[in-house]
């Protein structure tokens, strides 16, 4: 049977969307990337070399939480045996109760210097004090312009620039001086708002690559403060920031050509050989 132009074209209008939305909220959305990149270091921050981060980010749990796709996910981390995690927010969109559960399966998160959060601006806007109660009862450290000093690099973490006061030399002022900073702060365009090349990799989320992207297109939704760093890895001078996908869903529970993603950050000196992860 031959099938005209526009009877195919019509067909693809109206069974296109439901099937691409079906495939996503069943198949994409439960479908995690664990994403290997090695993040170039400058000469003098070498002391870094071989330094493995496993950065996650934007639950969202009380919306289309999945205690399920969290335990893989931190089964995933824990398998890479990684130096630090780093939970980059938005724990939830609007109910802070639902980070009980995800809190739980955090609590199994394996790191050898510790495992890290910071606020996301939802996490800000419905902010009350269990949320860090949460998170310390979990063996979390949750950071708000805070850092944890490890003798040769920090862990810092800022709070959520739309809606919190984040505060880079507060971080600053609690370290020696030129200490390399691996730095937490939920919204990638902050990247923007500083130059200190002490702050080695910014690590973001927020925009969740878009959630549901176009073929070649990319992205066709990204939030404010995440429009010039949608997703990935990009570098000015000799910082570096990596904005991951994200892990949860929100708005609508699907995902299509942008899967969940944890993120495995490799700090590496090129001058180095290290055994390619991928
Ligand atoms: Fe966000």
Redesign the pocket.
Known sequence: MKISRRKLLLRAALFGPPTAFGYGSVIEKNWIDVNHVDIPLAPHHRQLHGLRIALMS?FHHDEFGDDELIRRAVDHINAEQVDVVMLA??YISNHVPAMESLCAEFANLRASKGVFSII???DRWHYDDSIPKMFEESGVRLLVNEAADFGGFAVGGADSCWGGNPHLPTIEAQLPKDMPILLGW?EPDTFDYYKNPQYVLQMSG?THGGQVCAPVYGPILL?SYGRNYPFGHYQQGTRNLYVTRGIGTMDVPTRFLCRPEVAILRLVDQTVSLPDER
């Open positions: 934007d927010g938005d996301g601006n939802h939920h927020h939030p």
